[in-house]
C-alpha cells in the first residue's frame, strides 16, 4: 500500500505572531517547527503501514528549511520525503496550495493521502478538501476513527452531535483529528535514519506549473489591512442588592444571549 502523509513547517505555536511589510505573517527569525496536527496524520499513516504493509511518504511544500519538518516525520518512521520548494511559491494561499501537493501527488502512487485537519498558522482547515477536489477522490475529513478494508475505508468524521460514518473507495483522502492517536516519539535509530536520508527536491518547473498560478501572484486571497487586538476588559460586576437576577438577565439581553 502506498501512503503519503502531507505536512507543513509552521511557527513554533509559542513564537510571537506578527506579519511583515508584504502581509504575511513572519517567519524568519523564529524557531520553526512541523504543524503539530500533521503528527497525528504522521502517526496514522504509520499505524496504516504496519497493520497493512506498504511504504509512507511525507510531502511537503515550503522553503528550503522545511527539510526539518520532513526529517522529522522520517525520524518518526517514514522511509520517503518530498519537498517542493521555489521561490515563486511564497505568498501561495491555501488554493495554491492544494494545487500544488495535488500536482506532485500526481507524480506519485498512492492510496491513501493523510493531511492534518488545520495548520497552526492560518488554521483555514481548507487543504485537505482542497486537495481532494483537485485530485478527484473520496475525502473523509475531521476523521476520529479509521478503518480499511479490502480496495475500501471506513471513517467516523467527528460532528458536535457525535460522528457520521462515511465510507468510500480507494484512492481517498484522509483528514485527522488529535483524537485518532498519539503520535510516537522519535526513535534514536530513526534519528540517525533521517540524518542520512535523501529528501526529493521539486521546483514548479518539475510539476509543471505556471508561476502566475502560485505565489503572490496567484493568492485567490489578500490581506488588505490589519491591526493589534484589543486589550482584553476587565468584566463588570454585579453587586447582589436583591435586583441581581434582573441585572444579569438585562446584561444577557444586551449581549444577544438572551
Not at 505572531?17 to 517547527?33: F, M, Q, S, Y
Not at 522511509?79 to 521561490?87: F, G, I, Q, S, Y
Not at 492534518?116 to 486537495?131: E, R
Not at 540524518?195 to 521546483?203: F, G, H, L, V, Y
Request: some cysteine; overall charge negative.
Amino acid at each position: 500500500m502506498n501512503i503519503v502523509a502531507c505536512i507543513k513547517q509552521v511557527p513554533d505555536t509559542a513564537a510571537e505572531k506578527k506579519l511583515n511589510a508584504d502581509l504575511r505573517l513572519e517567519r524568519t527569525g523564529i524557531e520553526n517547527i512541523p504543524n503539530p496536527f500533521d503528527e497525528y496524520a504522521i502517526e496514522e499513516a504509520l499505524r496504516t503501514k504496519e497493520a497493512n504493509g506498504g511504504t509512507v511518504t511525507a510531502l511537503c511544500m515550503g522553503p528550503d528549511g522545511a527539510k526539518e519538518a520532513l526529517r522529522k516525520a522520517i525520524a518518526m518512521g517514514v522511509e520517503k520525503a518530498v519537498l517542493v520548494t521555489d521561490p515563486k511559491l511564497a505568498g501561495s494561499d491555501a488554493w495554491a496550495t492544494a494545487y500544488v501537493l495535488s500536482q506532485a501527488l500526481k507524480k506519485m502512487e498512492y492510496d491513501i493521502i493523510f493531511c492534518g485537519m488545520q495548520s497552526t498558522d492560518a488554521t483555514t482547515a481548507l487543504v485537505p478538501s482542497a486537495l481532494a477536489e483537485f485530485l478527484g477522490i473520496p475525502q473523509h475529513t475531521y476523521t476520529g476513527k479509521l478503518g480499511i478494508g479490502e480496495g475500501h475505508i471506513a471513517s467516523q468524521r467527528q460532528t458536535e452531535s457525535g460522528y457520521d460514518v462515511v465510507t468510500s473507495a480507494m484512492p481517498a483522502l484522509v483528514g485527522v483529528v488529535k483524537g485518532i492517536n498519539e503520535p510516537r516519539y522519535p526513535s534514536l535509530r530513526g534519528i540517525m535514519q533521517a540524518k542520512r536520508t535523501e529528501i526529493t527536491i521539486w521546483s514548479l518547473a518539475d510539476l509543471g506549473i505556471d508561476a502566475s498560478e502560485v505565489g503572490a501572484s496567484g493568492a485567490k486571497e489578500k490581506v488588505l489591512s490589519f491591526s493589534p487586538r484589543e486589550p482584553r476588559k476587565g468584566g463588570q460586576v454585579i453587586q447582589d442588592e436583591g435586583d441581581s437576577a434582573t441585572k444579569v438577565v438585562e446584561f444577557l439581553t444586551f449581549k444577544k444571549v438572551l
